[in-house]
């Protein structure tokens, strides 16, 4: 037998996944960012391997510099 992992609403392990993605989404609008385009620009970085792991602190929302500058916005 396998073993079912359930990661949706009701579980711990998907209430801390939650509780990371509003996080991030937080921080991003407090920052001045959007967050779907910050979220997406992170993890296509970390995906391609742009970013290395060592330059991970360059993808926090208080350092992120997009390479399209019209991302930035005022979160209002």
């Known amino acids: 037998m396998s073993e ?5 609403p009701g579980s711990d392990e998907g ?3 939650w509780a990371v993605a509003n996080t991030l989404i937080a921080t991003a609008k407090l ?9 997406t620009d992170v993890l296509e970085r970390i995906v391609s391997r742009q970013t290395k ?7 926090l ?8 500058q019209t991302i930035l ?3 209002a």
Do not use: F, K, M
């Open 53 to 59: 792991a060592h330059e991970l602190h360059s993808l």
């Open 73 to 75: 916005t005022a979160a």
């Open 4 to 8: 079912t992992r359930h990661y949706g």
């Open 15 to 17: 209430a801390r996944h």
């Open 61 to 68: 929302p208080w350092n992120w510099r997009p390479a399209d």
């Open 31 to 39: 920052n001045g960012i959007e967050p779907l385009a910050y979220i």
